[in-house]
């Protein structure tokens, strides 16, 4: 809850999941480029709270080829456009991603199951 509430209100930097989320990403991205000697495409996604510490993660890093988001929860108060690398995908009643919807940016597909709580529900994406 705390970093849904973080998510809402903007302040996402000093969260532990987001913290958490850069230093996976970190290990990860260090393991690969000793082993493929910087040959390999990292793609980042997640649903929800997992697609805006996708995103999170996109912002920060720049060796990141494709990010994918699901229903992404983001703050409708501080609108910030994504990178040319990120790609939303939500439904236009889902009142969690409404800040995503409102940064623009590519939305790959906007459905339109009309019940705000099965909206969110990625079984309707």
Request: aromatic letters at 10%.
């Amino acid at each position: 809850m705390k970093s849904d509430f973080n998510i809402l209100i903007g302040k996402t930097r000093n969260n532990q999941r987001f913290r958490e989320a850069d230093n996976l990403f970190k290990r990860v991205e260090q393991k690969y480029q000793e082993k493929a000697k910087n040959k390999f495409h990292i793609h980042v996604t997640g649903h929800s709270l997992g697609g805006a510490l996708a995103k999170h993660v996109n912002d920060r890093h720049s060796n990141i080829d494709k990010n994918i988001n699901f229903s992404r929860g983001s703050t409708p108060f501080k609108l910030q456009k994504g990178k040319e690398n990120q790609y939303d995908v939500s439904n236009v009643f889902d009142p969690i991603s409404m800040g995503a919807r409102m940064e623009g940016g590519y939305q790959a597909k906007q459905y339109t199951v009309r019940d705000p709580l099965s909206a969110h529900n990625l079984e309707y994406l």
